[in-house]
């Protein structure tokens, strides 16, 4: 945890989340740095933050996630903003993100599969266009279908 606050709120707030490391009264620069340290590691790197302080570490960031109820400076720079105070909303974030990604890849391997086979046996005449066509609306019904599996998401 890194954070502007004095050692012991930051230790109250570590020992609750069960966080063992905190870096307490950092400055914004000391945020960035550190940020672009781990980067340099190779590292992927998240931060969580409400203030202006935290906006230049947020851009920088990997993964910049503002609180909804932090400044405008924060939502601006981050790439996600919980609506809630909720720190347990990052790790759904994250977790919706790889669903909604693994769903486009299963949409982009089915269309590019269904096209590669359908195409040619279409081209060939051995398929009769009522029938292709259907199967094309099938296909979009079918990526459709898929997408609406990320709204029964759950915590």
């Known amino acids: 945890m ?4 004095t050692t012991a709120a930051a230790q109250a707030v570590a020992d609750e989340l069960g966080m063992d490391q905190v870096h307490a009264g950092v400055l914004p620069q000391d945020k960035f ?11 992927r790197v998240a931060m969580i933050g409400d203030g202006v302080n935290d906006a230049a570490a947020l851009a920088q960031a ?4 503002a609180m ?5 400076a924060a939502i601006a720079a981050s790439d996600i903003t919980l ?9 759904d974030a994250v977790a919706l993100s790889r669903a909604t990604l693994r769903t486009i890849k299963v949409n982009l391997f089915w269309a590019f599969f269904y096209n590669v086979l359908a195409i040619p046996v279409a081209a060939m005449g051995f398929l009769n266009p009522m029938l292709a066509g259907a199967a094309m609306a099938f296909s979009s019904v ?8 990320l709204t029964r998401f759950k915590r």
């Open 62 to 65: 990997d993964l910049g996630i």
């Open 83 to 91: 609506m809630r105070s909720d720190l347990g909303l990052a790790v």
């Open 68 to 72: 909804g109820s932090g400044t405008d």
């Open 2 to 5: 890194v954070t502007g606050d």
């Open 142 to 149: 079918f990526v459709v279908l898929n997408s609406l599996r």
């Open 33 to 43: 740095d550190l940020v672009t340290t781990h980067q340099g590691r190779g590292e």
